[in-house]
């Protein structure tokens, strides 16, 4: 199952909402989770089942969808957040990840 | 707490086989399907390999297919991936990584494959 993000990249501010997409090749239910990274770090998960939030992560994360496509969104971006952002599909084996969306100032 | 810890990595020759390692612990390891997801410089993520509870389902991604070994004893909590036909692409760190959902994920190891 190919996973595409849009946009590959994006600038905000601090304090701006933001919303990455990601679209499946096929359905796969709402079986996705959002990953953060920051360099030289391992990924963080910050959301599966498409909209459950991790314990631990802040609520100005967010996420939706369902079948092919999917959104996380970053209400009042802070300093932290300036990272790269994966999605992932756990529908079907091999697991597939989205191409990653950065987000930079 | 989930701790998972990579070893193995290094340097290995176009050609070549490397066998990395992953320690886990904090959590019932014989329960949880475990995989590995490299990371190439400057890239993106790809899980080249998952692995099911008791080894009955394998999979890898096709980039890896017929040269890399995934195998895990749970008796001794530890999940590897056996790399063979190294080749300057497979240049990557090597995170291992807890359940379908990759809810924790280790450090991560560096292989680095060169002449």
């Known amino acids: 199952i190919q996973l595409t993000q849009s946009p590959s990249s994006l600038s905000a501010s601090v304090g701006d909402s933001v919303t990455i997409t990601c679209r499946a090749s096929?359905?796969?239910?709402?079986?996705v989770t959002w990953f953060q990274q920051r360099p030289g770090k391992a990924p963080k998960s910050l959301i599966y089942?498409?909209?459950s939030l991790e314990s631990g992560v802040p609520s100005r994360f967010s996420g939706s969808g369902s079948g092919t496509d999917f959104t996380l969104t970053i209400s009042s971006l802070q300093p932290e957040d300036f990272a790269t952002y994966y999605c992932?599909?756990?529908?079907?084996?091999?697991?597939?990840f989205g191409g990653g969306t950065k987000v930079e100032i | 707490e989930v701790q998972l810890l990579e070893s193995g990595g290094g340097l290995a020759q176009p050609g070549g086989s490397l066998r990395v390692s992953c320690a886990a612990s904090?959590?019932?390891?014989?329960?949880?399907?475990m995989s590995w997801v490299r990371q190439a410089p400057g890239k993106g993520l790809e899980c080249v390999s998952s692995?099911?509870?008791?080894?009955?389902?394998?999979f890898y991604a096709d980039s890896v297919q017929g040269r890399f070994i995934i195998s895990r004893d749970n008796s001794k909590k530890t999940v590897y991936l056996q790399m063979n036909s190294l080749r300057a692409e497979d240049t990557a760190v090597y995170y291992c990584?807890?359940?379908?959902?990759?809810?924790?994920w280790g450090q991560g190891t560096l292989v680095i494959v060169s002449s």
């Open positions: 990584a807890k359940d379908t959902t990759f809810e924790s």
């Open positions: 904090g959590f019932t390891f014989g329960s949880n399907v």
């Open positions: 692995i099911t509870s008791r080894s009955g389902g394998i």
């Open positions: 096929q359905s796969i239910s709402r079986w």
């Open positions: 089942a498409a909209s």
């Open positions: 992932q599909q756990y529908n079907s084996y091999p697991l597939t």
